[in-house]
């Protein structure tokens, strides 16, 4: 059987291979997209739980680069839910026909590079292959979920769903007993929505995260209007901050100021849409322990204020880290939930899960009952979805092999040793902490750019050298290390207790900011690559 060959296999149909794929086309490449699930939309295809929105303002979101695309959509919320991004990937994808070089239910299993050949042997798990000089990873980076470690998990004879892994078949919910376990953006998206109609709702937080309301609404028509007139300054906008969302960080040190002057601009942060508590606060608030330890306190006095019972409260408030030293996860009356009667809260910390029974789940103090459970427990954050692909090099080295003591990278990007590899939205990349699609397009646009100059002058073997990756990593690391959050356990950190081997703290992310990020990227381009080994 003769195997088909392609300048470049994309790995992943969500919306940096969706892009990706547009942008080689444009480059005048023949590509193919691998995608392991039955359609495209990546995160969105996958996280279809009840609740699943956007934290991000929807026009900040999504694509910037065709204005078509901009001009022929209306985003319905300020912050949209899952069907309706879905909706827009696919509108996206039927614009560009981009369907017809995507391959579905086509999980990429393993990708071996041969020198001599200078091609990338790709292989999917249906036993099927395919060779590429280019291939580009467009596999997100919370596209694994991880199920907890708990005794019995496979016993329950009911529904027990992780919410990175949704079926798109209805889910009942309605007038039944459902637990959910895990307090994270997810987690709590699913909660808020769940406890209007379950008939008993138990969360098994094991621990609190510091949640901010989300303050969503529809966008009315002037709204509307205004947006459609303003997606340059939208876009502009965002390019300039931190985490290219629309919100800004004020340059003023919460500590310089008096306590009424940073409270005043706390209730207005508070009282904002989306994550300008997050993002547009004070410089100092999550870098100095001191100014957060400030914002931490007045966030805690909101979450006092809204749950009617003190001690209940108490439980809520996170005691072991600072906000914004996790990700923040946006509510919409998420905390007046536990005023509900139909809500408990089961606190792991006084009594651990022990089990998972036929049942339900049992708790060193109780016995719980469920109809149906919903596992909102995480990702193998950043670097999983890469280690369960076996990437083996030039040297016959794999990429997990080559990362085993914490990615290293040339700007996110590439990989000495891999050579015509590129990693979109990969470890030490600003899309790791980003309102993505943003970072996503410059990813894009990067590898794409850099491939066009490969093409122009004839070079086939593209590698970044070992000198220019331990200067990015020493980089990256030092970065990091200016941050409260690295001194945190979490998926930005790497710290997984349902797997073995993820308790220590790694660096993954890219801390300096995407603008530097992006602008790095844009002087090697401009100076024509250093740092690379072209061929
Ligand atoms: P997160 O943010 O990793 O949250 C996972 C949650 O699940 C967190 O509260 C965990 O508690 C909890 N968890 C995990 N395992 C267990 C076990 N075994 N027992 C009890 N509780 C557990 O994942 P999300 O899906 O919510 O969010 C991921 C990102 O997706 C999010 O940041 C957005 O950017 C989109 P822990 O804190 O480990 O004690």
């Not at 790694?506 to 381009?525: F, I, K, N, S, T």
Request: aromatic share 12%; net charge negative; charged share 25%.
């Amino acid at each position: 059987m003769e195997i088909a060959q392609y300048d470049a296999i994309i790995i992943g149909a969500g919306i940096s291979g969706m892009y990706q794929l547009h942008r080689l086309r444009g480059l005048g490449l023949s590509a193919r997209v691998f995608e392991a699930g039955d359609d495209l939309g990546g995160t969105w295809y996958w996280n279809r739980y009840p609740g699943c929105r956007f934290d991000s303002e929807s026009y900040s979101y999504g694509y910037s680069f065709s204005d078509d695309i901009l001009r022929e959509w209306d985003w319905s919320e300020h912050f949209a839910a899952q069907p309706e991004t879905l909706r827009y990937l696919e509108f996206v994808a039927a614009k560009l026909d981009l369907r017809r070089d995507i391959q579905f239910g086509s999980r990429v299993e393993s990708a071996a590079y041969d020198e001599e050949a200078n091609l990338w042997e790709v292989l999917l798990a249906d036993g099927r292959s395919a060779r590429s000089r280019i291939v580009i990873t467009a596999i997100g980076a919370l596209s694994t979920p991880v199920l907890p470690a708990i005794e019995g998990i496979q016993s329950f004879r009911g529904p027990a769903i992780h919410t990175g892994l949704w079926p798109r078949e209805p889910v009942e919910y309605a007038g039944r007993r459902v637990a959910v376990i895990g307090t994270g953006a997810s987690g709590v998206q699913v909660i808020q929505e769940m406890a209007k109609v379950a008939a008993h709702l138990t969360v098994f937080q094991r621990t609190p995260n510091w949640c901010a309301p989300l303050h969503n609404s529809p966008i009315d028509a002037e709204s509307q209007r205004r947006i459609h007139a303003s997606y340059p300054e939208i876009f502009a906008r965002c390019r300039e901050t931190f985490g290219q969302f629309l919100h800004d960080s004020d340059r003023r040190n919460a500590l310089d100021l008096s306590p009424e002057e940073r409270e005043a601009v706390w209730e207005q942060l508070y009282a904002e849409p989306g994550f300008g508590i997050w993002m547009a606060n004070f410089r100092d608030v999550l870098v100095s322990e001191e100014a957060n330890r400030l914002l931490s306190n007045f966030v805690a006095r909101k979450i006092r204020e809204r749950v009617n019972d003190p001690a209940l409260a108490e439980k809520l408030i996170p005691t072991d880290h600072g906000f914004g030293t996790r990700r923040v996860p946006l509510e919409t009356n998420y905390y007046e939930v536990y005023n509900q009667e139909n809500v408990r809260l089961v606190d792991l910390r006084d009594s651990p899960i022990q089990r998972i029974t036929p049942d339900g789940i049992q708790t060193a103090a109780e016995d719980f009952a469920f109809d149906l459970i919903v596992f909102a427990t995480g990702f193998d954050a950043v670097t999983g979805a890469f280690d369960r692909i076996e990437f083996r090099g030039a040297a016959g080295q794999t990429l997990k092999e080559a990362w085993a003591d914490g990615p290293r990278t040339y700007l996110g990007l590439q990989v000495p040793g891999f050579p015509n590899l590129f990693t979109l939205v990969g470890p030490h990349n600003s899309a790791t902490f980003c309102n993505i699609p943003r970072c996503i397009e410059q990813n894009v646009d990067w590898v794409s750019g850099l491939l066009a100059y490969a093409k122009e002058r004839g070079i086939t073997r593209i590698e970044a050298s070992e000198k220019a990756a331990d200067e990015w990593t020493e980089h990256v690391h030092a970065a990091a290390g200016r941050m409260l959050f690295s001194k945190v356990n979490s998926w930005f950190t790497g710290v997984n207790r349902n797997q073995p081997g993820h308790d220590q703290r790694r660096v993954l992310l890219y801390a300096g900011g995407a603008p530097a990020h992006r602008q790095r990227c844009d002087e090697v381009a401009r100076d024509g690559y250093p740092g690379f080994l072209l061929r």
